[in-house]
């Protein structure tokens, strides 16, 4: 069965993002080299625009919208970054944006998502179901619903980070991506799979919240509880259809690291790299940090998603 996304619908995102979204940096650290016995790329995702890659597969998502949907205005779910993603992409494209995200969300991605002009819906994500209570509004306003991975234009997007990593980087044997619901993942795999038909694709989610590896063992779609951990862009409760149709055929495993490690790897991104990267962007460092993959004289790129992390939680974890 083909695939819900192609290369040549990555290549598409990334003709749309031109001009729009950040060719971030791809850094290097003697340091990190020397620790895995590998070379490693790290592709800054969390110099991205908002902080995050999120807002490369918004931007695109947004881009394909007929001037009907436009009108209309979009709407998002989303514990922070792709909320930030839409309402940013939501301005820059001069149309509304309702994003409904948890009451227990980081107060900087909460002021930051209505720093950007949108309207800001709050829910219990303990006991509210965010998308029935999205798919409510975005059906009584007509507005279009842009999910934050389960969505081919999102996952496209969300690829190009993969795309310009290798085209500056050269060949991978490796390529270690954040995994919450899949979008960035599955986006990378497919560019990985095109321009580097070697490299092994690694998707690396919390422990607590393994939902993505459990599916991925047992062949099927496992839903988890809502998982308790600092990776707060990964505390998803299963992956996607389009998304998991995609890990399933291009992702060579996934593994998954402990809050403890990502704590770890933040410290070193702030004393030896000097930037500031999230829980969640930390995913995919903490696995190659913990050689959770046969590196060793490898070339090995990592993906960091995102640096949007409140100061003082990030002061309490590396006390």
Known sequence: MPLPVTYADVAAAAKHLEGAAHRTPVLISTT???????QVFFKAE???RMGAFKFRGAYNAIAKLSPEQRKRGVLAFSSGNHAQAIALSARLAGIAAVIVMPSDA??????ATRGYGAEVITYDRMKEDREALAKKISDERGMTMIPPFDHPDVIAGQGTAAKELIEDAGPLDYLFVCLGGGGLTSGCAIAAHELA???KVIG???EAGNDVQQSFRKGEIVKIPVPVTIADGAQTQAPGLLTFAIIRELVSDIV?????QLI?????FVSRMKIVVEPTGCLAAAAVFNR??????????VIISGGNVDPAALGRWLA
Do not use: H, W, Y
């Open 256 to 260: 998954t690291v402990s809050d403890p």
């Open 106 to 111: 980081p107060p900087l991605k909460l002021a």
């Open 292 to 301: 959770l993959a046969d590196i060793k004289g490898k070339r090995v790129g």
């Open 197 to 199: 038909p070697n490299c």
């Open 46 to 48: 969390n110099l991205q």
């Open 204 to 206: 690396v989610e919390p």
């Open 32 to 38: 990190a080299n020397e620790m895995t016995g590998a």
């Open 264 to 268: 770890e790897a933040m410290r070193f």
